[in-house]
């Protein structure tokens, strides 16, 4: 109690929730940086709550646990009472998991707090900052420019402070003299790499250290870029320093290495990185020409290719499986190959691809994603255009488009926004009833597809949004989904 346990076999979890105890399980990945953020409120919740078990599940490590819970995403969290799942949760939103901890758990074991109180969390002091914090960048992470609320002078000021160097750190201090214990890690990581870095201190400067925030979406420092790009935090730069692979990501990006003799910092001439092979494989990933040309030749034996855990027919995972199903819920034609058949293969994709998880989909030799973006590609229609401009499937006329997506989920919501980050107070309010009925639901949001946009106020002869459909049916606008809700009439109706 008071603390997050790692789940080690399906026994031990399911002799956990048939005791009297609540237990929050949260199923995650190592790879996933919306898990790692998660976490830490996940642990400071569990202080917080200490009359609760909150339980780890690695979900691709113990896929039998995951397909008995249905899960196809992560972050993921299960809330159970009583020996029964009451409620779930996908994706990371602090706020809504703090909120259904405390359903489920009971009130947090400390005094009534008016800033509790204000954020409309009923969670404890030491969760409390850091849901704020990760709450504000959550919500800001599912707009379309996170940055968009910077200034242009600020912004051109923070880009140009990322591009000064190829490797470039925001930190607490200075590389001499680090004043936290995250940045001295992250500066030792890159001076046993033996790569030049440039550095900014962020406690000088409130401005950059507030903005970096909002440009980069990432919650806390230090902040490591590779040209341009961020690769993240202190966690992220220990894992791949530790796994070998920020050297590999170095290289790929013909990051020099320099001699012991030479200060790190110091200027030095560049190595030219090797002329491409092939299939975009140069010799400066570390694969041999023999396995680069073995992966390319797997990647296009088909014109869909999975490279996942088992075999369609048998999954080795919940998240290969889910990749199945959807190109079979397409039916789309594919060929695949069982990563676990063969490491060489499995290790050597990873550094061919530059995509560190499996299942891996790849749409006339090019990688689409894992089963994350896959998922959210059928969702929003855009798995079925990318299938059809690549002459997989015939191209669909917008009518049926507009058919497919309504009645991809039973309730299906056409918003402006996201249920996370809704665009006006319209879908918000509507987005508000839904939840508070607890009615599951499908969204799209019309804003990022013009075509949809107008094509769905032709086809449902409804000129405004949001539009709530179920099972294929218009339901209505904003005005009849709150006047239903107010009248206790809406779960009925979506339940019939």
Same mark, same amino acid.
């Given at each position: 109690m008071g603390s997050v346990k790692d789940v080690q076999s399906k026994k031990e979890l399911d002799d956990a929730i048939r005791g009297p105890t609540p237990v929050v399980l949260h199923f995650w990945a190592s790879w996933c940086e919306a898990s790692k953020q998660m976490d830490q409120v996940f642990a400071h919740l569990a202080t917080d709550f200490p009359h609760a078990f909150f339980l780890r599940v690695e979900a691709e490590e113990q896929p039998e646990i995951s397909e008995a819970y249905a899960v196809s995403a992560v972050p993921y969290f299960v809330f159970c009472k009583d020996g029964k799942t009451v409620d779930t949760l996908e994706g990371a939103n602090p706020s809504s998991?703090?909120? %259904?901890?405390?359903?489920?758990?009971?009130?947090a074991n400390l005094a009534e707090s008016a800033a509790l109180a204000s954020l409309g969390v009923a969670a404890g002091p030491t969760v409390l900052e850091t849901v704020k914090e990760l709450a504000k960048d959550n919500g800001s992470s599912h707009r379309e420019s996170p940055s968009s609320d910077l200034n242009d002078k600020l912004k051109l000021h923070l880009q140009q402070l990322v591009n000064s160097h190829p490797i470039f750190l925001f930190? %607490?201090?200075?590389?001499?003299?680090?004043?936290?214990?995250?940045s001295r890690k992250v500066v030792e990581i890159l001076k046993e790499e033996g790569v030049q870095f440039g550095s900014f201190d962020i406690l000088t400067d409130n401005e950059v250290r507030e903005g970096m925030k909002k440009f980069s979406n990432w919650?806390?420092?230090?902040?490591?870029?590779?040209?341009?790009?961020?690769?993240?935090?202190?966690? #992220?730069?220990?894992?791949?320093?530790?796994?070998?692979?920020?050297?590999?990501?170095?290289?790929?990006?013909? #990051?020099?290495?320099?001699?012991?003799?030479?200060?790190?910092?110091?200027?030095? %001439?560049p190595e030219l990185p090797v002329s491409g092979k092939s299939g975009g494989v140069?010799?400066?990933?570390?694969?041999s020409a023999a396995l680069a040309s073995h992966l390319e030749s797997l990647i296009n034996l088909c014109p869909v290719m999975v490279f996942m855990k088992g075999k369609p027919e048998e999954p %080795?995972? &919940?998240?290969?499986?889910?990749?199945?199903?959807?190109?079979?819920?397409?039916?789309?034609?594919f060929e695949s190959f069982d990563v676990l058949s063969d490491d060489e293969v499995r290790q050597g994709l990873k550094v061919y691809s530059n995509w560190s998880s499996y299942p891996q989909l790849y749409i006339?030799?090019?990688?689409?994603?894992?089963?994350?973006?896959?998922?959210?590609?059928?969702?929003?229609?855009?798995?079925?255009?990318?299938?059809?401009e690549k002459g997989i499937v015939p191209k669909e006329n917008c009518e049926d488009r507009l058919k497919n997506?309504?009645?991809?989920?039973?309730?299906?919501?056409?918003?402006?926004?996201?249920?996370?980050? =809704?665009r006006c107070g319209y879908s918000s309010k509507v987005v508000d009833a839904l939840q508070k009925e607890g009615i599951s639901f499908g969204s799209f949001d019309i804003l990022s597809d013009e075509e949809v946009r107008q094509g769905l106020k032709t086809f449902s002869n409804? =000129?405004?949004?949001?539009?709530?459909?179920?099972?294929?049916?218009? #339901?209505?606008?904003?005005?009849?989904?709150?006047?239903?809700?107010?009248? &206790?009439?809406?779960?009925?109706?979506?339940?019939e």
């Open positions: 998991l703090a909120n %259904k901890v405390a359903k489920v758990a009971g009130p930190m %607490k201090g200075s590389p001499e003299e680090p004043k936290c214990g995250f919650p806390t420092y230090p902040q490591l870029f590779c040209k341009g790009e961020l690769l993240g935090g202190s966690d #992220i730069a220990i894992a791949l320093h530790e796994s070998g692979e920020l050297k590999d990501v170095f290289r790929d990006h013909g #990051i020099p290495v320099v001699s012991s003799e030479n200060k790190v910092g110091a200027s030095a %001439k140069s010799d400066s990933t570390g694969l %080795k995972c &919940g998240f290969s499986r889910k990749v199945v199903e959807i190109l079979q819920q397409e039916k789309v034609a006339k030799g090019e990688l689409i994603g894992g089963s994350d973006i896959v998922l959210e590609m059928q969702k929003s229609g855009e798995l079925k255009n990318v299938l059809a997506l309504i009645s991809s989920s039973a309730v299906m919501l056409f918003m402006k926004g996201t249920p996370d980050a =809704p409804w =000129p405004t949004f949001p539009q709530l459909y179920y099972k294929g049916e218009l #339901i209505g606008g904003s005005d009849i989904v709150l006047e239903m809700h107010n009248n &206790g009439e809406l779960k009925s109706a979506l339940s």
